[in-house]
């Protein structure tokens, strides 16, 4: 059984940088075609894709976030770390983290998903 | 990659057939997925491949389409089916997602 968690600070001052972990278990990032991401959704809208790292260390993101992103994985742990610097009012939401592979389910994107941790950033 | 969801947000009754559209901006074949989300939870998969119903999600829900225009429908709209529903393409980087579409009793 696949479960996933996120994990971090609940609120953050303008500027500082965000670090969030992902913690799973039911799955290893050392299988082909494994990968963890994040996504996120600001209370009351949409939901928004940031990033994900795949078992060979491949990683995509946001095209819009990029430069403030950085995703790692630690397969020891069994963790995913995402980190977001400058942070500002508008990056307030709830952060999900959640799974894909891509060789067991190549036609599907993410199918399991952490319960969210929601980030408020405010001074 | 754009997705327009239609619409936002919709009223209906237990046992209506409801239809929910996503567009996409340029064609994505058939990497489309949709997701079922109540307050307070993360998204759960219905769908993906565009029909291919995720195991355990009940036979009322389906989806269709490919290239830039997908439906899902809720036949026999259930009093658990009150939630809002995402539509996610994964055909190229960055993955997008529509804005939702609340259906209210």
């Known amino acids: 059984q696949i479960t996933l968690k996120e994990s971090g600070p609940s609120l953050v001052k303008p500027t500082q940088t965000l670090t969030l972990t992902c913690t799973f278990s039911?799955?290893?990032?050392?299988?082909?075609?494994?990968?963890v991401g994040w996504i996120r959704q600001p209370p009351g809208k949409a939901l928004e894709w940031l990033a994900i790292?795949?078992?060979?260390?491949?990683?995509r993101y946001s095209t819009s976030l990029e430069s403030r992103l950085t995703i790692t994985k630690d397969t020891s742990k069994n963790q995913v770390v995402l980190t977001m610097t400058d942070m500002g009012p508008v990056d307030t939401a709830t952060y999900y983290c959640?799974?894909?592979?891509?060789?067991?389910?190549?036609?599907?994107?993410?199918?399991?998903w952490g319960p969210g941790s929601l980030v408020t950033v405010s001074s | 990659i754009q997705l327009t969801q239609s619409p936002s947000s919709l009223s209906a009754s237990v046992g209506d057939r409801v239809t929910i559209t996503c567009r996409a901006s340029?064609?994505?074949?058939?990497?489309l997925a949709w997701y079922q989300q109540k307050p307070g939870k993360a998204p759960k998969l219905l769908i993906y491949?565009?029909?291919t119903l995720q195991s355990g999600v009940p036979s009322r829900f389906s989806g269709s389409g490919s290239g830039t225009e997908f439906t899902l429908t809720i036949n026999s709209l259930q009093p658990d089916d009150f939630a809002t529903y995402h539509c996610?393409?994964?055909?190229?980087?960055?993955?997008?997602f529509g804005q939702g579409t609340k259906v209210e009793i």
């Open positions: 959640a799974h894909r592979d891509y060789d067991s389910h190549p036609d599907r994107a993410v199918d399991h």
């Open positions: 039911g799955l290893s990032l050392t299988t082909r075609g494994v990968g």
């Open positions: 790292v795949y078992w060979d260390d491949s990683k």
């Open positions: 340029q064609g994505i074949s058939s990497y």
């Open positions: 491949a565009a029909s």
């Open positions: 996610q393409q994964y055909h190229s980087y960055p993955w997008t």
